[in-house]
């Protein structure tokens, strides 16, 4: 089992009301994977009770470069990581573990790994196939599997003064819309993925995940927490969703059963919003009809909306617009501040931002369940 020898150090730190919670921090005393140690720092103060403390100077996996080398939409990239840490609290408390990123996968194993358990085409015996034939080879062996992405999490060991793994959270991406080539240079062809399908192969992916986890020599006992995430289309302006989840609990090693995970990720405007989620879509529309009879220069928004059980949790929406001057950049900030207080429900995180050619101009934002609005222009 990795242990990290701790060293208490007292200290008070005088920290404003608005701070992030804590007051003192613990200086680690850290083995690396060469056995050889080196000084780190553990903050016990937290942004929320929903931020995990990281230990640093930050820890990178071995595998870090091969998310970005597998998934080609950055929004994927980002829900991947963060969702997963989100899916995470449920089963490893931030209050009490730590953060860290994967320290078993290497870049190689992944690799290795995904090339293993993605269906084979053999390139040789399809040679003499024409380009029809190809394409339904390609179809009926459709590369599921993107990217597995590991999350360590630590606790601390009170009675030997150290600090060692309390579970692990693995991210399963798997592809909703495969993009090959039946030859080199030639189009792009695509073939949708049924939600059925991408689920069978992502739970068989993860019993092996489990397998390979539970094989290392240098892996201790601990839960492992497994999540199923559909990405998007690799030209979505909003990310895919988790779909499924599960636990291998400490002294286990096959999974048993999986919870159905419902998230959504929604793009506005657009048809599915129209059709699914009609009353905020209204919402938001009157939103931007009331800033084009105003403002000339506005020519629409983007707006993301994520859904946990069909419920409402966040909006982000974006508004682009050329300004020809500060005053006017506050007095679009103070309309749609105005717009913002008496439109929209105060049960959601809500967050607007304003943006030109020259980069982000404003930004109004408010918690859910606060009354007023907090709003920022950038000089």
Known sequence: MKRISIILIIALLLLASCSPKGNDQEEVVQENKNEEQQTSIVPSYQLNDETYRIILPFQTSEARG????????????????EGLMRQSKEIFDPSELFYQEGQYFS???????????????NEEKIKGLDKEEKAEVYKKNPRYLTHILEQNYMKRNEKENTVELAGVSIGIALKS????????????????????????????????VVDELKGMENFPDVPIMIALFREAEIDSPVPGNFVSKTVVPAGQNKIDKWDKINEKNVLFPSEEAKKDYTDDNEIINSFGNEISQFFPNYVGYIGKGFYINDDLQKLTIEIPLEFYGKGEIIGFT???????????????????????????????????GKEKPEFHIYN
């Open 107 to 121: 870049n190689e194993l992944l690799f290795s790994l995904i090339d293993e358990l993605n269906p084979k085409v």
């Open 334 to 368: 103070q309309y749609a501040y105005g717009l913002i207080q008496d439109m929209f429900p105060k049960n959601y995180d809500l967050e607007v931002q304003v943006t030109s050619s020259a980069g982000a101009e404003s930004l109004i934002y408010r918690e859910a």
């Open 177 to 208: 819309v495969y993009r090959f080539q039946t030859e080199v240079g030639g189009p792009y062809q695509y073939k949708k993925i049924p939600m059925k399908d991408m689920i069978e192969k992502g739970q068989e992916v993860a019993q092996k």
């Open 66 to 81: 091969v998310i970005t080398n597998q998934m080609g939409n950055r929004v994927d990239i980002d829900e991947l990581e």
